[in-house]
Nanobody
């Protein structure tokens, strides 16, 4: 069992930056691949980025490539999403997720989400 808690969301102007954190608890949390997803109002949840358990492999949605960076610190059981050059269309609730599989359409564990609002 893995519990996930996101933090770091907030209100930022377009062009600004935010760093989201996802703290994972559970004895084997560091052995899980982690992903970030987002859901805008009235829209379905979409994949943003993923990182494998060791942190050496990452994968991004085209919409965030070059602007967002996913990383992890397994000593702290924490995954980060550094978001730069934010745009109003990045406004969404951001969720972190964990699974044993690196690239998957289904994640086993989810956090409660953190709101990111980008003003124009």
């Amino acid at each position: 069992q893995v519990q996930l808690v996101e933090s770091g969301g907030g209100l930022v102007q377009a062009g600004g930056s935010l760093r989201l954190s996802c703290a994972a608890s559970g004895r084997t949390a560091s052995s899980y691949a982690m992903g970030w997803f987002r859901q805008a109002p009235g829209k379905e949840r979409k994949f943003v980025a993923a990182i494998n358990y060791g942190g050496r492999s990452t994968y991004y949605a085209d919409s965030v490539k070059g602007r967002f960076t996913i990383s992890r610190d397994n000593a702290k059981n924490t995954v980060y999403l550094q978001m730069n050059s934010l745009k109003p269309e990045d406004t969404a609730v951001y969720y972190c997720a964990a699974d044993k599989v690196f690239i998957t359409a289904k994640y086993d564990y989810w956090g409660q989400g953190t709101q990111v609002t980008v003003s124009s």
